[in-house]
């Protein structure tokens, strides 16, 4: 049987239409002005910082010959023809690559301790006093935000060549960093089970103890492992600056142009990373799959 199409069901699918019609102008309109916006943006970026793309072009050449040259033995041969002599340092190396990893480790810890401790007094959800959630946030973002190397150069001025400036630079961003992550994770938790406990009498320590702690701490470990692969990189890269590890000998070959030692060297630091970043995401997703099967 046919139905009978009236007038006010077509004038009403012709406003749905034009209606549909306008809006997809409007959200064209809106995505047209942000990609102009963001073209200005990067071109006032590029003003400002001086970019020049053709002298960029022009050099670019020296960058690949540069990179060449690191696979290069001293008598001019390509590194893998002789690559004892390419790993003649590697006991040497090996060893302070294991310095580089214990700083990042024990920083990591350390950083991941006081962030832990300091989340909690920072999470609105469980601190009512604002200027104790203010002042800890600021403490946090102090941490976070003044770079590690910095750190490392403030510490070495203070306490020398080694080791020391740069756990103590890995854990000034470890704490900023962690502390922030994690406090996030705390006020985004059920706070249910903390309102019965605080109904029954349970001290503050206790509702963190019983009720927090066991909806949170899958995340902490899978942000402190997180966290450990990168510090793995960062202790690297504050070696640099004097603070201990690896970076300090890869500085001196760079600066004394021992290309095949700095090819080594950088080789078995992308070597250990990719195993430490393989190895934390194995044990982030068992953490994560855990969770899931509670």
């Known amino acids: 049987m046919a139905r009978t199409v009236k007038p006010e069901d077509t004038a009403q699918m012709a406003d749905l239409v034009t209606a ?36 960029l072009f022009d050099h670019f050449s020296n960058f690949t010959t540069y990179v060449a040259g690191l696979f290069v033995l001293d008598t001019g041969a390509s590194v893998f023809t002789d690559p004892v002599e390419w790993y003649w340092g590697l006991g040497k190396w090996l060893g302070l690559l294991l310095d580089t990893i214990l700083m990042a480790y024990v920083g990591t810890l350390v950083g991941a301790a006081i962030g832990f401790v300091l989340c909690f007094t920072c999470s609105r959800n469980l601190v009512k006093n604002a200027w104790v959630c203010a002042i800890m946030r600021r403490f ?4 976070r935000t003044v770079p590690d190397i910095v750190f490392a150069l403030i510490f070495v001025g203070a306490f020398g060549l080694g080791p020391v400036p740069g756990v103590l630079a890995i854990v000034m961003h470890t704490t900023g960093a962690l502390g922030k992550l994690f406090s996030e994770v705390v006020e985004n938790i059920d706070m249910k089970p903390v309102e019965g406990i605080a109904a029954s009498g349970g001290s503050w320590v206790q509702q963190i103890r019983f009720a927090v702690l066991p909806q949170v701490m899958s995340n902490f470990v899978s942000y402190t492992l997180l966290r450990f692969e990168i510090n793995v990189r960062s202790a690297g890269v504050l070696g640099f600056v004097g603070a201990g590890g690896i970076g300090m000998t890869l500085m001196v070959s760079i600066r004394r142009f021992y290309a095949s030692d700095v090819s080594a060297m950088l080789l078995l630091i992308v070597a250990c990373v990719m195993l430490i970043d393989y190895g934390t995401e194995k044990v982030r997703h068992r953490l994560i799959g855990a969770e899931q099967r509670s």
């Open 140 to 143: 946090l973002e102090f941490g």
């Open 20 to 55: 549909y019609a306008n809006h997809v102008a409007e959200r064209r309109r809106q995505t047209i002005m942000a990609l102009v916006v963001l073209g200005v943006v990067i071109l006032a970026a590029a003003w400002a910082a001086e970019v020049k793309p053709v002298v």
